[in-house]
């Protein structure tokens, strides 16, 4: 018998406010932070409660993502222990902003969407504060 967890996905475009480097690029702090908001949506579906996001165990950067961009962020529940929860998540730009001498407002769809990041990582649920089902 196959078990079948959760998924959760969002996706957020990158404002001018997320830029941090020069060339309007996004720092990877805010992938994290999208990756953590999806974390905390699968603890709510799995266990009726945000949990904590313990530790990630794995992270990868990819592809750089620049203010203007559309980033979907996508995660799943793998493995469940009594407490713990792990989840794997990537997060692909399906948008790009278009850089150059191209007017200003100028984006591209990207089929296929470019990869930029993944991750794993360790989410905590106490007993106490599991949906009892």
């Not at 996905?9 to 992938?31: E, P």
């Not at 929860?85 to 730009?93: L, M």
């Not at 150059?100 to 989410?123: F, H, N």
């Amino acid at each position: 018998m196959t078990v079948s967890y959760p998924e959760a996905r969002l996706r957020v475009r990158m404002s001018s406010s997320d830029a941090h480097y020069a060339g309007n690029l996004v720092a990877g702090a805010k992938i994290l932070s999208l990756f953590g908001d999806v974390a905390t949506e699968l603890t709510i579906r799995y266990d009726g409660d945000e949990g904590l996001l313990r530790a990630y165990d794995q992270v990868e950067f990819l592809a750089p993502v620049y203010s203007g961009d559309f980033i979907e962020a996508t995660g799943r529940i793998v493995k469940v222990g009594n407490t713990s929860r792990k989840i794997t998540f990537e997060a692909y730009k399906v948008i790009a902003s278009i850089r150059g001498d191209v007017q200003v407002s100028a984006c591209k769809v990207l089929d296929p969407p470019i990869l930029v990041a993944k991750a794993s990582a360790t989410c905590v649920v106490t007993k106490e504060k599991q949906k009892k089902l």
